[in-house]
Nanobody
Framework: QVQLVESGGGLVQAGGSLRLSCAAS????????MGWFRQAPGKEREFVAV????????YYADSVKGRFTISRENAKNTVYLQINSLKLEDTAVYYC????????????????WGQGTQVTVSS
């Protein structure tokens, strides 16, 4: 059983930055590909980014490419999401999750979700 706890969300003005963290416990963190997803009010949860267990490979949704950076510190069992140039449409609850297998962008291929952290972007 893996437990995930996200943090770092908040209220920020458009154009600002945030760094989200996801701390994992209860498993062998370095073996897991880790993903970030987000869910805006009234919308489905959508893929944001994923990073392989060794941190060598990353993949991003087109909507965040160039503004978001996913990284990890296996020694700290933590994955990060650096969010720059925030836009109003980035407002959502952000979740991290452990990728099990299959397509990275599909929520059904992830186990062990965190509770989420709210990011709100104001104009």
């Amino acid at each position: 059983q893996v437990q995930l706890v996200e943090s770092g969300g908040g209220l920020v003005q458009a154009g600002g930055s945030l760094r989200l963290s996801c701390a994992a416990s209860g498993g062998t963190f370095r073996r897991y590909n880790m993903g970030w997803f987000r869910q805006a009010p009234g919308k489905e949860r959508e893929f944001v980014a994923v990073i392989t267990g060794d941190g060598e490979v990353t993949y991003y949704a087109d909507s965040v490419k160039g503004r978001f950076t996913i990284s990890r510190e296996n020694a700290k069992n933590t994955v990060y999401l650096q969010i720059n140039s925030l836009k109003l449409e980035d407002t959502a609850v952000y979740y991290c999750a452990v990728h099990r297998s299959g397509r990275f962008i599909d929520t059904r291929n992830y186990d062990y979700w965190g509770q989420g952290t709210q990011v709100t972007v104001s104009s």
